[in-house]
Nanobody, 123 residues
Framework: QVQLVESGGGLVQAGGSLRLSCAAS????????MDWYRQAPGKQRELVAA???????NYADFVKGRFSISRDNAKNTIYLQMNSLKPEDTAVYYC?????????????????WGQGTQVTVSS
């Protein structure tokens, strides 16, 4: 089994900062992509930032210059540093990972989601 455990959400005033963490644990051969998504009430889940095992990083336009994703491969952990937060950043933030696991027939890639952490930005 594999688990993604997020932490770091909370309530912050507009202009403030938060740092989210997501740690993957369990039966892991290696991790390909690790990403952050968010979902606001009444809206679809959207990609915030993505990182690949090769070091590639992509950001949604609405967070460029404010959010920064980083990854500690030794700890199977990903971080999201969120600065200059705005009320419209209020959402549940989810960690997602594409993880390679050994199976009886070889190594397969599986998609996993964390439980989500609430970020609330007050105006």
């Amino acid at each position: 089994q594999v688990q993604l455990v997020e932490s770091g959400g909370g309530l912050v005033q507009a202009g403030g900062s938060l740092r989210l963490s997501c740690a993957a644990s369990g039966s892991i051969f290696s991790i390909n992509a690790m990403d952050w998504y968010r979902q606001a009430p009444g809206k679809q889940r959207e990609l915030v930032a993505a990182s690949t095992s090769g070091g590639g990083i992509n950001y949604a336009d609405f967070v460029k210059g404010r959010f920064s994703i980083s990854r500690d491969n030794a700890k199977n952990t990903i971080y999201l540093q969120m600065n200059s937060l705005k009320p419209e950043d209020t959402a549940v933030y989810y960690c997602h990972a594409l993880i390679l696991r050994h199976t009886l027939v070889g190594v397969n890639e599986y998609s996993y989601w964390g439980q989500g952490t609430q970020v609330t930005v007050s105006s």
